[in-house]
């Protein structure tokens, strides 16, 4: 890991501000063409970033091999991620093409800049933003492969976050670190198991083992108070 101090969280601020803004404003006119249950699982919300390497840093990101972001915006996670832990595979996928192309011209500027910020960084991991929805079967070995994901979770329906949450849990591996803004994961939990591959509703501590869990500001909190994340770690099979 390289520490992040008060001029690095600057420096990566201002580089990611005119595509942030971007960002908003694309994600805004994308949504404003949309019926209202459809566009607000998409509201547009972005993670601070001194207060997501913070989070990072609680969650071992500096053991894990590949960061996934699912529903990624353009990037600043990622970005984020790239910036303190540069041997990480780092991931993204979102669903709407304007932010992925937003978000692509912002990871280039940001891995010029971490370059020659660092000149002992010689290698920076592989960095991806992907278009498209994450429960298609295309994505599954991005789910299966990475041993950290990150979901921000404040605009999902009960019944959306229910879908997601049995969707990482077939597809995640073992020992992989969820970290989950604003919601805890539903109990039970729908998994089809591996022997006959009937579904089967699972208590959630079967399937996912709590870490930990603490408040995190982001861009749209409450300086006092921030927003819960709830940090998971995958079992190990058998779950029943």
Known sequence: MIFLNNEDVKALETLLQPFSKKGFEASILHCQKLQRKEAFPLTYGEVEIASFTALLK??????????????????????????????????????????????RQAIKCVKQARRHRASNVKKIGRIELLTGDFFNPAFHHRISSHDMIWLSATCFSTELFQQIANHLSNWAAPRTKLLILSYALPDPISYKGNVDGQEKSIP????????????????????????????YEKCPPPFS
């Not at 990037?75 to 192309?101: N, Q």
């Not at 995190?216 to 409450?222: H, V």
Request: charged share 20%; with cysteine.
């Open 58 to 103: 609680a969650a071992g990101a500096n053991e894990a091999r590949a960061f996934l972001d699912l529903g990624a915006g353009i990037g600043r996670a990622l970005c984020a991620a790239i910036w303190c832990y540069p041997h990480l595979k780092v991931t993204g996928i979102e669903i709407m093409r304007e932010l992925v192309d937003i978000g």
């Open 204 to 231: 959630r501590e079967k399937l996912w083992r709590l870490l930990g869990r603490q408040n995190y500001q982001m861009s749209w909190s409450s300086p006092d108070s921030g927003v819960l994340v709830h940090l």
